[in-house]
């Protein structure tokens, strides 16, 4: 059953009735598609759908974290990293200490991706890590650091294109081994951070969309990448708005490669190949 707008918006309206969430201002194509996929996969029609969330508070909250899915991987897009590495970090080695925020972490392949770039560039003891993500399964997951080997084998060659690769000189490859910081076991499926990169960052909840505070700011680089796509231009923007306002003078911002700033909040950053320079 594909649903229609009045399905999308009874769905909505008893979210914010039962719970503390408001998905008032996700964007109305993300919200079809995810419904459209809970429909199927919980082989049900809307009535019944919208009657277990009016008599099931944790059902509601599964629902929310159902339309709050993120996709991440290692060394997603790997020229971001590259450019990270090459055009952002190596300004820090003289610095004491950077500081950076992952906000929409998901199950933390990119946290880890960004440990194992501060580590090959000696500034993973001065590196402050935060990550943050709205749902508690994805964050422990996160915090566990082990993944399936069968859906992560494949962006082993996005290690090989960011980690081996000398940035000031592409043709010289470098010898970086994944034992170095990923324990491999295809006869378990598992792929496991090292433990002094579990060690590392510090995971919490933490919701976008609410606009909350972070006590561990100012920062300078924050990511959040492919989150705000599914927001509406209004939420995009109070979003942006929360990450501008927790960014040091001169710090980046790196959205997804199909995220932009638009409108007046524009003028608070400066483009840059990357992404986004507060001013």
């Known amino acids: 059953m594909e649903p229609g707008k009045l399905d999308i918006d009874a769905f909505v309206s008893v979210i914010r009735a039962g719970s503390e969430y408001d998905l008032n201002n996700y964007s109305y194509k993300s919200l079809h598609r995810r419904l459209a996929r809970i429909l199927t996969d919980l082989d049900t029609d809307m009535p019944s759908l919208l009657r277990k969330m009016e008599n099931d508070p944790l059902f509601i909250k599964q629902m929310v974290m159902e339309c709050t899915i993120s996709t991440t991987e290692l060394f997603r897009d790997p020229h971001v990293w590259k450019l990270i590495r090459k055009d952002f970090l190596k300004q820090y080695h003289g610095e004491e200490n950077i500081n950076i925020w992952h906000a929409g972490c998901s199950t933390g392949q990119e946290v880890y991706s960004m440990l194992m770039l501060l580590h090959v560039e000696h500034l993973l003891d001065r590196g402050n890590v935060t990550a943050t993500d709205l749902n508690p399964h994805y964050l422990n997951t996160a915090i566990q650091g082990c993944y399936k080997y069968r ?33 491999i076991d295809p006869s378990e ?10 060690e590392k960052p510090v ?57 932009s700033i638009l409108g007046s909040l524009s003028d608070k950053f400066e483009r840059c190949r990357i992404g986004y320079l507060k001013k």
């Not at 980690?163 to 994944?178: F, G, Q, T, V």
């Not at 561990?216 to 209004?234: E, M, T």
């Not at 710090?251 to 199909?258: A, E, F």
């Open 151 to 183: 859906y992560n084998l494949q962006y082993l060659d996005n290690f090989d294109t960011v980690m081996k690769e000398n940035p000031d000189d592409p043709d010289y490859l470098e010898d970086i081994p994944y034992e170095r910081y990923m324990i």
């Open 189 to 198: 499926d598992t792929i496991r951070m090292r433990q002094f990169l579990l």
């Open 203 to 259: 995971f919490m909840q933490h919701d976008l969309v609410k606009g909350e505070r972070m006590d561990s700011g100012p920062f300078d680089l924050i990511l959040c990448r492919n989150v705000i796509i599914y927001f509406n231009f209004n939420l995009q923007n109070r979003v942006l708005q929360l990450l501008h306002s927790h960014l040091k003078k001169g710090g980046l911002l790196v959205l997804g490669p199909h995220e």
